[in-house]
T-cell receptor
Framework: SAVISQKPSRDICQRGTSLTIQCQVD?????MFWYRQQPGQSLTLIAT?????????ESGFVIDKFPISRPNLTFSTLTVSNMSPEDSSIYLC????????????FGEGSRLTVL | DAKTTQPPSMDCAEGRAANLPCNHS???????VYWYRQIHSQGPQYIIH???NNETNEMASLIITEDRKSSTLILPHATLRDTAVYYC????????????FGPGTRLSVLP
């Protein structure tokens, strides 16, 4: 299993500002995944972050809005840029077990409210 | 788009078995069925997965039909703490392959 810590756990932000969410894993992993969960909705994958390469973004998500860093095998950040109220969501970091079973482990999420 | 169909909500009496169905009629031969759940205000939690055989672990049992077009997650003795949204996902078991979450089933375990 993997233990994932996210910071901040929640924040209230002003429109037009940016916020960086940190994700720390207790073991080295090749891929880290960032999901968004809008209020009352299911999870949507934003991007996949590989160490040493550019993140791969899903349709509807762009690097300028959600820049991602992956400086090493245990850490990643997601920035939500130029926020608007529509960005109010829970942002979740996850990793795969990596042993072929395909189990995903999730952090507790970062709940952002944009005023 | 999610490849699965689940009822939006279900109720279950505490102590009884909760049987959560999932339809995945377009599942491919190399795709597994995964179940996750999300308790309010927490990140999703892995429950179980399988390819074609029935599977059981300490949390639940997974029953997959012979044609693999549907499956049922069974919580044998539901407790109030099992109240959550349950997600059924089909996916190739390749490292890094995307998990597509549908709306899931909101299970309410009633006292």
């Amino acid at each position: 299993s993997a233990v994932i810590s996210q910071k901040p756990s929640r924040d209230i932000c002003q429109r037009g500002t940016s916020l960086t969410i940190q994700c720390q894993v207790d073991s080295q992993v090749t891929m880290m995944f960032w999901y968004r969960q809008q209020p009352g909705q299911s999870l949507t994958l934003i991007a996949t972050a590989n160490q040493g390469s550019e993140a791969t973004y899903e349709s509807g998500f762009v690097i300028d809005k959600f820049p991602i860093s992956r400086p090493n095998l245990t850490f990643s950040t997601l920035t939500v840029s130029n926020m608007s109220p529509e960005d109010s969501s829970i942002y979740l970091c996850s990793v795969e077990s990596g042993v072929g079973t395909g189990e995903l482990f999730f952090g507790e999420g970062s709940r952002l409210t944009v005023l | 788009d999610a490849k699965t169909t689940q009822p939006p909500s279900m109720d279950c009496a505490e102590g009884r078995a909760a049987n959560l169905p999932c339809n995945h009629s377009t599942i491919s031969g190399n795709e597994y069925v995964y179940w996750y759940r999300q308790i309010h205000s927490q990140g999703p939690q892995y429950i179980i997965h399988g390819l074609k055989n029935n599977e059981t672990n300490e949390m639940a049992s997974l029953i997959i039909t012979e044609d693999r077009k549907s499956s049922t997650l069974i919580l044998p003795h539901a407790t109030l703490r099992d109240t959550a949204v349950y997600y059924c996902i089909v996916r190739v078991a390749t490292y890094g392959q995307n998990f597509v979450f549908g709306p899931g089933t909101r299970l309410s375990v009633l006292p």
